[in-house]
């Protein structure tokens, strides 16, 4: 019999995390009687969300009458600026490091009913200057400055405002340590940027791209874990870092991001859940523009949604101790995602 | 200000996978109000439950009227015997591999109602025998045979009747890749295996025991990342596989389990969801028994409830695309288990 890797079960390498996932796609065919996820529309604005323009917050900080992006410290952070430092580690199997760092939230929009894909374009802009804006601050302290949006109760997000997170660290986390080590080996290996000659193929390739414009293409990942796991990598000047996009980059991306995020609402018709958040060269002192020229600056949207709009991919058991399995292939997963319509959302047709 | 481990952030390192999780103990505080978790005895028995003594599955086949435990093949494998291979890969950023195995189901016992903690001890040394036997006999072909239960609605198991799964694959899956790597430095560094000192020095520790018996303990790991993880440890001989236990190993065991498991259920007055397994020395053609010093065999318990038998951890955002994080301290975790009965299970409380 000859292999399809539509049909027959394979691992797939991720050369970004030097990692494998168990490619299972005759799985599809499996019926689901477990558990079922509230469907994302039966999440109800709260009266008192503390992230509308003008809420009084738990701290008693009131928000001002913000009208585009507004960025408040967490009221409960993970990471705190100033905390006393753990001792120096006296036994090699009980090692602690200090963590410091600052934990903020951004909201996209006054409107709590506002998401990306229903944004404007010019609106979107907005977020992503102040993305940038964040960055250039908190990345002249820190070494790792993660922005990142949890949306949907399936994600924990426990509110429906539009909003993201911004996690500033004194160390690198594993995430980009990792992906850090395995651009820079392959860099010195090869001579070029990873995610670079990565981008040279999928375009040549074509299979597993969803979007593509001027400045930016979205792609499902040879090496995808989530079921409509995406990536979306810049076309030109191999920015590093968020803080490197020229006003063209800065508008291709707010396009792509609104289209993308259509496709996603239309593909089970819903708000469709997800964590995003953007990975680049590490900041922090000493660190300067185009210093990591083995980072290729990207984005990662990782939603859990597998067969519709209540059943999710259980990332558990198998996946926990061993190895993340996929069902879906990634070409089948981006065919699916391309097949749905960019441009109107299922909520504005008439 | 001094430094105090339950008050005040700091990361860990994890030596057994080379990675560091964030602990921020003040973030206990932060209130919740966002998605809840049906309460896990909301789970029906299924009166067509395919696992069930007598049943009629979905392939056709029919359960015998098993009295004890019951192995059969799962009849959506994500791993087949006998598929075609893919090609060699021709690019070193789109790599797949050939990915060969078999899953199997295996019932803990005939009463769909059971659970360990509910079960004989004796009922459990039966199912340990069985662990044993299939390690044995897939431990021949495969190089891996993961044996996992997933317990849980909220862990995506579909069924409540009690079971685990054993998933034996061609392939080093990437968890206990790793961690084969990490106790092989240790060794060769040290001259001694990783957990067999580890160990040593948490039984002086004692601030990370949930509880002892006279083969076995149960710690909650210094770098544990779900709130109430756990890891059973053998405490003689430095058995690397399941199939080097002996009889007072097994017994013991069976008795850890049981009482671990009341202590779960205790907890929140829940039966306490997660993903449990076990890791050991790598299988498959050519190893043999005492092959793998740089080993100690061990199972783990990854539990996602955080505040109240509703209310889970979510790994989601800064964990998916930084590094995991945890509210309470591992040391916090280990108290509040101890603290809890391990004889007497809440629902045969008088
Ligand atoms: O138990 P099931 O229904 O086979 O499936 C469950 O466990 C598997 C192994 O951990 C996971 O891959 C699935 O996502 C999960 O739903
Ligand atoms: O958005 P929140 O409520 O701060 O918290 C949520 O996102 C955090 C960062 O991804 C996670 O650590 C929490 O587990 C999750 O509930």
């Given amino acids: 019999m000859e292999f399809k890797s539509t049909e027959h079960q394979h691992i797939r390498y991720n050369p970004l995390k030097d990692e494998w996932v168990l490619v299972s796609p005759h799985r599809c065919l499996r019926p689901w009687s477990g558990q079922t996820e509230a469907a994302p529309e039966d999440q109800p604005p709260d ?12 701290s008693g900080k009131r928000n001002p009458d913000y009208t585009s992006t507004y960025v408040f ?27 410091k760092g600052t934990c903020r939230v951004m909201c996209f929009h006054p409107d709590s009913t506002m998401t990306i894909p229903l944004m404007k374009v010019e609106e979107i802009e907005e977020v992503i200057d102040e993305w940038i ?5 908190l990345g002249q302290r820190y ?11 399936i994600m924990g997000c426990s509110n429906p405002h539009p909003h993201c997170q911004i996690w500033a660290s004194s160390f690198l986390p594993n995430e980009p340590r990792i992906k850090d080590r395995c651009q820079s080996e ?5 001579g070029n940027s990873l995610l670079v000659d990565y981008l040279k193929q999928e375009l040549k390739l074509k299979e597993r791209i969803v979007l593509k414009n001027s400045e930016w293409v979205a792609i499902v990942p040879y090496w995808a874990v989530w079921p409509y796991e995406t990536m979306l990598l810049p076309l030109n000047g191999a920015p590093q870092r968020l803080t490197d996009l020229n006003p063209a980059q800065k508008k291709g991306l707010a396009e792509i991001m609104k289209q993308l995020n259509t496709k996603y609402d239309n593909l089970f018709e819903c708000s469709f859940p997800y964590s995003m ?5 590490p900041t922090g002192p000493g660190t300067t523009r185009g210093d990591s020229p083995h980072w290729l600056l990207h984005a990662l949207y990782l939603p859990p949604l597998l067969r519709s709009a209540t059943i999710k991919k259980f990332m558990v ?16 997963a981006a065919k699916r995602l391309r097949d749905c319509d960019h441009l109107i959302h299922y909520k504005n047709r008439h």
């Fill in 133 to 137: 804006n964040q960055l250039n601050e």
């Fill in 73 to 99: 410290p967490n009221d409960f952070p993970a990471l705190l600026e100033d905390v006393p430092e753990p001792p120096e580690p006296e036994h090699p199997l009980f090692q602690s490091a200090p963590a």
């Fill in 317 to 332: 058991g198998f996946e926990m101790l061993a190895q993340t399995q996929r069902d879906l292939t990634p070409e089948q």
């Fill in 143 to 153: 070494t790792w400055v993660q922005i990142f949006e949890n949306k949907g109760a």
């Fill in 47 to 58: 009266p008192n969300n503390p992230l509308r323009a003008g809420a009084l917050r738990s």
């Fill in 277 to 281: 958040g953007w990975h680049g060269a």
């Fill in 186 to 190: 392959y860099y010195a290996k090869y």
